[in-house]
C-alpha cells in the first residue's frame, strides 16, 4: 500500500515531446523561449537533409499504422506539384481509449505545427491542413489561436522562401466521424463532401486531396519532427529501446491506479507500463487482459507482460501496437461484452459504402449482443467464427479488418468465456 | 436530553386563554443558531477528501456515503439488457414529472423511472402551498430578496431570479394541468402570509398542496405516450463515456426481481429528492421512504460539484407523539394562521414566523434547557398551540387543514382541544449538485432538478419555495435537456467509478461502505442487496 499512496510514480524518463517546457499551450513567446522555431531555421536551410534524418531515425507511423514515415515522404517529394501539393496533419483521434493526440494539439499546439511545416519544407508541399477531431474543443481552441500567432509572425515568410512559393496553413474540423480518420476519406471531407473512404490505388502520394500529391501523418508522428531536425537521428534512435526508435505516447486506461498518457522509450515493457507508471492494478485485483486500442485493436494477456511495446516486437506476437492505447482490463471484467461494446462502435463507424463492412460488422454486432445477453446459441458462435475468415480484406479500407481481427484475438485468447455465455 | 417538565404537569398546567406573557425578545441570531441548530452540531461536520468537493465541509453520515465504493462493477454489467431512449429522468415525484412532461413537450422519447411508485416522494408531503408573487402589493424583485435572506445570502442570485420570475408562469402551467388552488370568495387566487415572506405569497390547495399537484402531474405523465415509466427501479449508479467526463446513462435496478438494466441516452435529469431518511445526527424525518439521498452519490461520484453539503434544513414543528407518526409535519401553514408555540412554563419563546432555522434552534433551545415537556426520556417537545388558534378563529381548523385533522383524530387526538406535542424534524437538504439555470450540473450531460440540486435555498429554505422550484427548474432542465444535440454514446462505462476508487485508494481511505443507499436499513427488505 505504501507505494501506491504516492502521488506519482517516481521514474526518470526521458521527455521529448510532453517535456514540461513544452507544454505551454498556444504561446508563442513562451514556445520560442524553449527552442521553438530553431529546427525550422534548419530545414529552410537544406531541407532534403531533414528527410534523410527521418529515414535515419526509423520514425514510424504513430497514427496506428507503424509504416516508414520516411517511405511516404520520399513518394511525395518524389511527385511534382499538380499545382499543389499538400501535407494533412491527421488530428481526428477518435480511437477508443486513445487520447494523446489531443494532449499535444492542446498543450504544444506550435511543436505540431512547426512539425508540420518542416514536414512540408521537406516534401515541398505548399498547403498544409490540420485536419482535427471536431469534437476535442480544447485542441480545436489552441490550435487556431497558435496559427493565429503564426501568421502575425516571421515564421510563414521564413518557410515561403525556401520553398519558393507561398506556403498555406489551413485549418479545418473534421466530420466528426470516426471514418473520417481514415487516410483517403479525410481527402473526401477536405474536398468538401461525406467522408466515404477512397480505393487505392492510386495512392495519396500520388493522388490525393484534389489529385494533388498528398502526404498524411499522425499528429504525435509530425510532432517529432522538428527535434529530429534539431538533434539528429542518432539521438533520437537512442531514446528508444531496440528495436524501437524514439519516445512513443502510451494512452494507459482502464483498471489502473493512474490512467493517463505516458512518453515512454518505444519499446517499454507492458509491465513497466501498467505496473510501474499505471501504479498497478485497481484495487489489487489480477490482470485479466489489456486491449491495445487503434484501427486494429487486438488483445494481450498476462503472458504478454513482459512484450516490449513496439510495433515490430507486438506484430511479431500477432498483436498490434496501434496508437499506443491500453486499456487495462482486471479480472472480473466480462471479455464478450467488452469486445461486443468493440464490435457496436466498429457497425456505427462503418461508412456503409462497402457491403461486407457494413452487413458484416452488423451482424457480428448483432451476434454478440445476443452471446452476451445469453441468447446466443452455438450456431450464433459458429456463424461469428466464420466471419472472421470471410471478412477480412473485403473493404476498401481498414475498419472491417480492424473489426475482425478484434474478434479473432478475443476468440484466440478467451474462446471459453464465449462457449459459457451460450444458452 | 432527559430534563423537561414531565406530560401530566405540563398539560395540568396548560390554558388555551392562559396569558402567555411577554415574547422575549431575540437579540443574537447567529448565537442562537451556533449553539443549537443541529448544522452545528459538535463532530457532525467533517472535510471531504475526495472528489469535486475536496476540501469541503460536508455532514458526516453524507460524507461516508458520498466517498463510498460503488454497488456494480464491470463485472455486473455482463448480459445486461439495454435501453436507448432520449432523456431518462430518475424521480417520479414532482420534479421528474414536470421534467419529463417538458422534455416528451418538445419532441424527445422519455423514460421516467422511480425507486418507489410514481409520485411515491416529498412533493406530496408539501402542505403549506407554492410561493409566486402574484398580490398588488407584491413583486419578483421581493420574492427574490426574501428567499435569498432567509437563505442567509448564501443561494446564487442567478438561480432565484430564474425560479422566482417562472411563479406567475408555473401556477399557470399548474392550473392549465387541472391543479386546483384555493379561491377567495371574488375568484382569486388564495395567498397566505407565512415564516420569512414579506408578503401574502402562499398559494394552496388546503393543507395538501403538494398531493394535489402530484395528482395532476402524475395523471398527465401516465397518460403521455412519449413517456414510459418503470417503477419500482431505483438507479443505482451514473453511466460515463470511455473518459469518465460526460454522463450518458444510468444503471437501474428493479426491486423486484434485482435484474439490472442498462439505460443509454444523451441526457440524464436526476430528480430523486432528499435525504431525511439517512437519520442524519439521529433526528426523525418527515421525508417519505425512498428519500435517501442516492442522487447526491450518483452526481458526486460521476464529478458533479455539490454545495452546502453540511446544512440541512429541520422543519420546527414535526409531531412528537403519538409514535407513530414521529417526525411527520404539522405543516407551517398552521403557525401562519396563527399558531403559536408555547414552552413547558406556559411561555412563548420565539417569533414563530422567523425563518425555520431560528424557530426550530430556539424550539431545542427550550427542550435543552428544561423548559420542553418530556414524554419519556427520549422525548422532549414543546407545544404548538392548536386550541387556542382554534379559539380565536372557530372552525378553522377543519376547513383549512383537513389533512392534519384527519390524522391527528385517527390517533385519538384532537387538536382543537389540546395542544400538538412537536419537536424539529429532518426535512430538506437545502444544498445539492451545483446547477445552472437549466439545471445543468457541472457534468455535461447531467441534470438535477428538486432537491438533489443546491443553490437556491443558500442555507436555509423558506416555505413554498420547494413546490416553485422543482416545478421551476424541472420545467428548464426538462427543455435544456431535449435540447441537447450531443449525438450520443459511442460507449457506456463505470470509468467515473474507477476514477474515485483511485482517489479514494490514493488518499488511503476504506472502500467498505457501499452506496447509495437505495432503501433505509429498516424499510422491509432492509437495505438494497444483491
Redesign the interface.
Known sequence: MESLNKKMPLVETHLVLLHPERRVGADMARWRQSGGGEALARAAQDPAAVREEIRLAELRGLGGSGFPAWRKWDAVAAELPKPDKYLVVNGNEDEPGTFKDRLLLEETPHQVIEGAVVAALAIGANRVVFYINPDLARSLAAMKAALEQWQTSELPALASTALGRPLQLEFLPGSGHYIGGEETASMEWIEGRFPFPRGKPPYPAQAGVHGCPTLINNVETLAHVPHIAVHGAAWFRALGKAPGTGTKLYSLSGDVLHPGVFELPMGTPLRELIFVHGGGLLSGKPLKAVFTGGPSSTLLTPADLDVALDFDSLRARGSNLGTGAMIVISEGTGIVKRVAEYERFFAHSSCGQCNSCKVGTATMSRLLDRIDTGRGTAADLASLENLCTMLPNSGRCHLINGAVQLLDSAFHHFHDEFRQALR | MSNGIPLAEALARYRPDADLGPLPELTDTDTLLNAYHPDHLRGSVVKLAVGANAGDSCQRDLAGLLQSEAFI???D?????VTDIDVLVIGGGGAGCAAALMAAEKGARVLLATKLRLGDSNTVMAEGGIQAAIEPDDSIQRHIQDTLRGGHHAGDPALVSAMAGDGPDVLRWLIRQGMQFEQTPSGDLHTRRAGGMSAARLVHCRDYTGLEMMRVLREAVIQHRSIEVWEQSPAVELLSN??GQKCVGAVLTSLLDGQLRIVRTRSVILATGGLGRLHLNGFPTSNHLGATGDGLVLAYRIGARLRELDSFQYHPTGLLHPSHLSGKLVTEGVRAAGALLVNGLGRRFIDELLPRDMVCAAILRECSEGRGIRIDDQRVGVWLDTPRLERANPGLLEQQFPNLMTRTRVSGIDPRLEPLLVHPTLHYQNGGAVIDTNGATTVPGLYAVGEVAGGIHGRNRIMGNALLEIISFGRRAGIAATANRD?GP??VTL?HV?RL??AL??A?MP?TQRAPQVLPAYAAGGVWNR
Do not use: I, S
Open positions: 462493477d464491470e463485472a454489467l455482463a448480459g445486461t439488457p470511455e473518459l449525438r459511442k460507449k470509468e474507477n476508487r483511485r485508494t490514493l488511503g472502500m
